[in-house]
């Protein structure tokens, strides 16, 4: 029992898994377009941000502190919301498994910044073939690359703020404040959420979390409220070492070159950007195995990709396939870019979903949700679910303003094919209990 738990994730696994999945390729990118819609206030639509996804994240940490799913969201959404509803959440989740192709493309571009020349194939077949081999040997041999990966974005971004403070203009607040009012300051704000979010994925990690119930809640909002509270000091740097015209609606880079010496310049876009995208890559390729194994062993999906192996306990036919999907379109040089980035709107709607489901936990799970420590009454379990709703509504009809016509028509595309096999398959499926109560 002591050697098994030994292999599950534990709070700071936890947590460095939320922390990496949430600095992403934001890091580099979202700050200069934030600062294009509201200049030197970006630091305070930060701050907005944090909050909206805080409260985006209540009706998550209702449910994952109520019971242990162990199919992570898939499984929330069946027990709560419905068998159909499940499935199409799972066949909109394997789409958005081609954004690992595109983080791996991502990787590759910086690598080559730094060492042009090299074949951009091979990066992406050496750094996918070494993350999905790890996880082949278990969760917690991912876990600990993910410790060590955060603790060098840390430093790299710890080395940002320090080289940047003192080049702060003495004119911050009265030059390049609030550029385009109250409206380019709240479009800033709810664009922001997308940079702050990302943690609430960690519950598809709940089957293999020693405390489920205690530390995937904490991990969720402890990483995201120290996530802010750095991105709004680094906001303050990017926003502030140059005139606002130059730094708007550009890369991170820029204000990094302006304040640091080359050898630490390029330290922090090897430590900062590629190991952002490297953080998140690894999560993402470990949380997609959890859901994928429910629905495959309920019979959305063949029941044979639910195996695992008897050593490392590891999914391998769902890395195998996976780790197929992610490097095949990139070694025959396929662009998947805009059906990678199709998901976007979809899985912020999900967002919505999972803060109706949260409603539902009275009526489905009475019991379980009366002991959890997160309890509410009904007035109370209603109200946040529904400003989080309203929030997700916000945030899509921000991305309907500013995603490509292109990807909007993906969205679509993916939907009503994931709603037609949901439909289709939906006879076939056998809904088995996926979850357990925690002490």
């Not at 195996?307 to 391998?316: I, K, L, Q, V, W």
């Amino acid at each position: 029992m002591n050697e098994e738990n030994s292999k599950k994730l534990s709070r700071l696994d936890l947590l460095s898994m939320a922390t990496g999945q949430i600095i992403g390729v934001g890091l580099m990118t979202m700050t200069g377009i934030a600062i294009g819609f509201t200049g030197r206030s970006v630091n305070i639509a930060y701050l907005v941000a944090g909050v909206l996804t805080l409260i985006s994240l209540i009706p998550q940490i209702y449910i994952g502190g109520t019971a242990n799913f162990f199919g992570g969201q898939y499984s929330q959404i069946a027990v709560l919301s419905g068998q159909r509803m499940a499935g199409i959440y799972m066949y909109i989740q394997l789409f958005s498994a081609l954004a690992i192709s595109m983080y791996a493309l991502s990787f590759a571009d910086y690598f080559l910044s730094l060492f042009p020349g090299v074949n951009a194939k091979l990066i992406c077949f050496v750094v996918l073939t070494i993350l999905y081999g790890l996880h082949f040997f278990g969760v917690k041999q991912a876990a600990r690359l993910q410790n060590i990966l955060c603790i060098i974005l840390a430093v790299a971004i710890a080395a940002y703020i320090a080289f940047g403070i003192g080049h702060i203009q003495g004119d911050y607040l009265t030059n390049g404040f609030m550029t385009k009012g109250i409206g380019g300051f709240v479009i800033a704000a709810v664009y922001l959420t997308f940079a702050a979010g990302g943690a609430q994925y960690v519950v598809n990690y709940s089957a293999v979390a020693k405390n489920p119930t205690r530390d995937i809640p904490f991990a969720m909002t402890a990483s995201t409220l120290g996530v802010v509270l750095v991105y709004a000091v680094m906001a303050t740097v990017a926003a502030g070492v140059l005139p606002v015209e130059q730094v708007a609606n550009q890369p991170l880079s820029v204000s990094a070159g302006a304040i640091m010496p080359k050898g630490i310049y390029t330290f922090f876009v090897v430590g900062g950007a590629m190991f952002a995208l490297l953080t998140t890559l690894n999560f993402n390729i470990g949380m997609i195995v959890f859901p994928v194994s429910r629905a495959s062993a309920d019979g959305w999906l063949p029941k044979k990709l639910a195996e695992r192996n008897e050593r490392y306990g590891s999914a391998h036919w769902i890395l195998l396939l996976f780790y197929v999907v992610a490097i095949g379109p990139i070694l025959i040089g396929l662009d998947l870019n805009t059906v990678a980035n199709s998901t976007v709107i979809l899985f912020t709607v999900i967002r919505g979903v999972i803060a109706y489901s949260a409603m539902k936990l009275p009526q489905k799970l009475p019991e379980l949700w009366k002991k959890s420590k997160f309890y509410a009454g009904d007035g109370k379990l209603k109200a946040i679910c529904i400003i989080a709703m309203a929030i997700a509504g916000l945030s899509v009809v921000v991305l309907l303003a500013s995603t490509s016509k292109e990807q909007i028509i993906g969205n679509i595309a993916i939907l009503l094919i994931s709603v037609a096999a949901g439909t289709i398959v939906n006879k076939k499926v056998h809904l088995t209990p996926s979850y357990e109560e925690v002490p």
